[in-house]
């Protein structure tokens, strides 16, 4: 366990802290901690330590790294920015003497704990005298990375973030620590733990951020994408590096970079040959051409620079031996590949250390490039560096459009939802179930086929017969095990799959996802995030997205522990199956019943809904009301229950707002129209009996009710099918049109409102200590207007309409259902998360673009 001595007191502990239990929409700050053998002491005082853990700065001061996750109707735990901040290099006395207060904390990350993305954006902070940017509150091309996690590594080791030298003292009196690798493991482990499965992952870094990144690709690549830990390549990583300090003179290679111990992460990490390569010049081609071919073709690098970049021009006089002591430059090694004497498009003749810089930055580029169809260069022109952020290359106008199929996300087959495995195991255990249960009514006590229980399988066909001949001693042992629990299910084995396949489904999706706050789903069940995770029908991903598996996957599906209760006791009370069985229906009538009503809820509402809905209670409403509609032939079906009935009231209010009234009013209507319509019945003479499925009260020696085949209207059920097809044709086409706003699934779990009243809601904004920039003008007053300014939240479904009431009747600020945008305030401004009451809001702010102000 790691010691937490070398911590400040503002910082949550990284090991014990999960990023799911951090409020969204705010950085974080978390310390790593020491990490010490086995058998160290606890105080912190041991000098023995596990390898790179040691996080620090430079000059001993605590090192933390920073975290924000998104607004919540933005969230995506799949994605993450992980952004390397940069600030030069020392490697002696000389140099970590001009960088002296770089070795330090960067306290000006401190200012961000506790505000948004959009808040450090739009509040104009500043690194130094460098403008500072958050990709985390921008869209570049189609890649909208405010869905994404965003950490953020601080730089004070002045060792490009991959030094393993603990303690090193260049004027024999000041200990300086470059262990810029320890903090980057100790931060990556972290991402690790609380992010097993992303699917796109983007890195990027400005200056010796960026010089890191190549290292932090093969860290996260070889960590996700290793086929011995998960199988095959799972995770999109992607890369821009801006500014980099690449280039590695010979000077520094003898007398500068083993100041660092680089080769403790470039061998233990990387499986780079350090020992073999440390010395020539064209290092940084060989570690990035090492780790380019280790990665895969489809994961995208873009290095950026300026044509003129004046502060890596300096970094590599200093590099070079030149610096302000004058001292000349050891001649420049050839280039890998290149015998020396043959370097006449790399060098210039001339004493121009511009040139010079210039040709070798551009000769590695382009080397990288022709070895490497996946990396690309961008090139500003006119004289700069980099900032956080992206900043520079964002204004620059071709930038986007270079960078745009670089940062996009790439499809990977090895990524997998986490309610895949789930889903596909607990169908097929219900399937099991089923067939054991099937299976023993069939063979009988004896374990062998009776010759009336042959007769009862010819309407299977011979091949049903054989079959079950053939089955081995393998599930014979199986189904003599699960004998006890097989019997309780036999006359009703489809209903008790079906009960054991939303069971598992259900637990599995509590395993993963939790509970969230019963003011976002009074079920006591996931969030809306986590039950679009697991399938939940939802028209618009189905229509704007394809994804069609909801159709299927809802079914399965309930929002919440009421929910399963509810639906669970209504299929228990309401017997179908059983009641089915005693009627002497066939046993696949049943499941033709299921499937039609399953079919009918989900397309009714994939086409006509709005917002999400589970299914599983409405269809155990529409089987009762299938049982309703049956008795006009038989007592045998249960009477109607009354259950159901408060169900569908329920479902009337904000108590199930994940069990949608179209639903339960689809499924109702439907399960009555298959139970009117569906079957036809006929006498039978007892000697006929064997045509049909064996009344239960024979075999149990009670009197015999009159037997009475039943059949299947197949007019109905090819006329039912056409009306399917054809809604499943209109979805196909796009042609219903649900709101676009529930592509995000937090948003199907409140209701958007709107008010132009925002005094209070920006006084937070301007008056918070961590906030933004205040919102005055130079003469200190409010510069806004309240009539030009709109603030927007989403309030859960059970609240919606007492907190409008309630805002309007006790607190005078009108709220309005909508947003923002559709009421002319198009330009956001920035986003703020309140915690309140172990409830959390989030309010956005716009305003008119077309506004002065």
């Known amino acids: 366990m790691p010691v937490y001595t070398y911590c400040d007191e503002d910082a949550l502990h990284a090991e014990s802290t999960k990023a799911s239990s951090l409020t969204p929409n705010q950085f974080h700050k978390l310390c790593p901690g020491t990490h010490g053998l086995f058998g160290s002491g606890t105080d912190g ?89 958050l990709l985390c509150a921008k869209k570049v091309g189609n890649t909208d990375f405010r869905e994404y996690s965003t950490i953020v590594v601080p730089y004070c080791t002045q060792d490009v973030h991959i030094g393993d030298a603990p303690s090193v003292s260049y004027d024999g009196e000041n200990a300086i620590h470059h262990v810029g690798a320890h903090n980057m493991v100790r931060t990556l482990n972290w991402v690790f ?48 590096m801006d500014s980099s300090v690449y280039l590695t003179p010979t000077y520094f290679l003898q007398y500068g970079f083993p100041n660092w111990n680089p080769g403790t992460i470039m061998k233990k990490k990387l499986g780079f040959n350090y020992n073999k390569h440390q010395y020539q010049e064209n290092y940084p081609d060989l570690v990035w051409d090492h780790v380019l071919r280790r990665g895969s073709n489809f994961d995208k690098w873009g290095f950026v620079t300026h044509s003129y970049d004046p502060v890596s021009l300096m970094f590599y006089e200093y ?74 290359p964002l204004q620059d ?175 228990y009370k309401t017997g179908v199956e059983g009641a089915m069985a005693n009627y002497n229906h066939p046993h696949w009538h049943f499941p033709l019943v299921a499937s039609m009503l399953s079919c009918a809820i989900n397309l009714l509402y994939a086409c006509i809904g709005n917002g999400a809905s589970a299914s599983s209670l409405s269809l155990a409403l529409g089987l009762n009301a299938f049982s309703s509609a049956m008795r006009r032939q038989s007592d045998a079906y249960p009477s109607p229950l009354c259950f159901p009935v408060i169900i569908f009231i329920l479902g009337c209010t904000p108590l199930f707002p994940f069990d949608s009234l179209v639903s339960l009013t689809s499924a109702g209507i439907t399960g009555m129209i298959i139970g009117l319509a569906l079957f036809t019945e006929e006498p039978v003479e007892m000697s006929e009996a064997g045509d049909v499925y064996h009344n239960e009260s024979i075999a149990n020696g009670e009197e015999p009710t009159e037997k009475r085949a039943h059949h299947v209207r197949w007019k109905f059920v090819n006329g039912t099918g056409v009306v399917y097809v054809i809604m499943y044709l209109l979805i196909l086409f796009r042609v219903p049109s649900p709101d676009k706003q529930n592509m995000y699934p937090y948003l199907t779990g409140c209701g958007l409102v709107y008010s132009d009243q925002v005094g209070d809601f920006v006084d937070a904004y301007a008056n918070d200590a961590n906030g933004g920039r205040a919102l005055q003008d130079d003469n200190g007053e409010d510069w806004f207007d309240g009539q030009n300014m709109c603030a927007q939240m989403c309030i859960p479904h059970l609240v919606y309409w007492p ?10 600020v009108p709220l309005i259902g909508g947003t923002c945008e559709d009421n002319g305030y198009d330009a956001h401004i920035a986003d703020k998360t309140f915690h309140e009451y172990s409830v959390v809001f989030e309010v956005q702010l716009f305003t008119a673009s077309n506004s002065d102000e």
């Open 45 to 133: 005082s041991s000098s023995t330590y596990s390898a790179f853990g040691q996080p620090r700065c430079g000059d001993g001061s605590n090192f933390s790294f920073f975290f924000s996750s998104p607004l919540k109707q933005l969230s995506n735990e799949k994605k993450i920015i992980i952004e390397f901040q940069g600030g030069g290099a020392c490697w002696d006395q000389e140099t970590c003497g001009m960088q002296e207060e770089m070795l330090a904390y960067p306290e000006l990350y401190d200012s961000f704990v506790g505000m948004s993305c959009s808040e450090i954006e739009y509040g104009a902070v500043v690194q130094g005298d460098s403008p500072l940017s």
């Open 193 to 240: 733990k609380n992010f097993p499965n992303p699917s796109h992952i983007f890195l990027t870094g400005c200056s010796a951020g960026g010089t890191a990144v190549p290292i932090a690709y093969d860290i996260i690549n070889k960590h996700y994408n290793t086929f011995l830990k998960g199988g095959p390549r799972s995770v999109n990583i992607n890369v821009i």
């Open 319 to 392: 590099m070079s031996g030149n610096g302000e002591n004058g001292g000349r430059s050891l001649s420049l090694a050839a280039p890998h590949g290149l015998a020396a004497g043959e370097d006449n498009n790399r060098r210039m003749e001339d004493n121009d250390q511009q040139s010079q810089w210039w040709n070798e930055i551009s000769y590695s580029m382009e080397l990288a490039q022709k070895k490497h169809r996946n990396v690309d260069f961008y090139m500003i022109d006119g004289e700069g560096h980099c900032s956080f952020g992206l900043y520079y």
């Open 397 to 571: 106008s071709g930038f986007e459009d270079w960078a745009t199929p670089i940062v996009k996300e790439k499809m990977v087959i090895g990524n997998r939802s986490p309610s895949i495995a789930p889903f596909l195991a607990s169908i097929a255990l219900g399937g099991i179930l089923i067939f054991l249960t099937q299976r023993m009514k069939n063979r009988g006590n004896k374990g062998s086929l009776s010759e009336s229980d042959k007769t009862d399988l010819s309407y299977m066909g011979e091949a049903a017969v054989t079959t079950s001949k053939r089955a081995g001693p393998i599930i014979d042992k199986v189904q003599n095990f699960a004998r006890p629990i097989l019997t309780q299910c036999k006359s009703w084995p489809w209903t008790a799959g079906y009960l054991l396949s939303t069971t598992i489904y259900f637990i599995s999706m509590l395993i993963s996802e939790g509970f969230t706050h019963p003011l976002d789903n009074p079920g006591f069940g996931p969030s809306a995030v986590g039950l679009s995770t697991f399938g939940i029908n939802n028209p618009a991903l189905i229509i704007y997205r394809m994804e069609h598996f909801r159709l299927i996957s809802s079914s399965f599906l309930c929002s919440g522990v009421t929910t399963y209760l509810f639906m669970a006791y209504t299929l």
């Open 803 to 812: 907190a409008l009431w309630g805002a309007q009747k006790f607190a005078s």
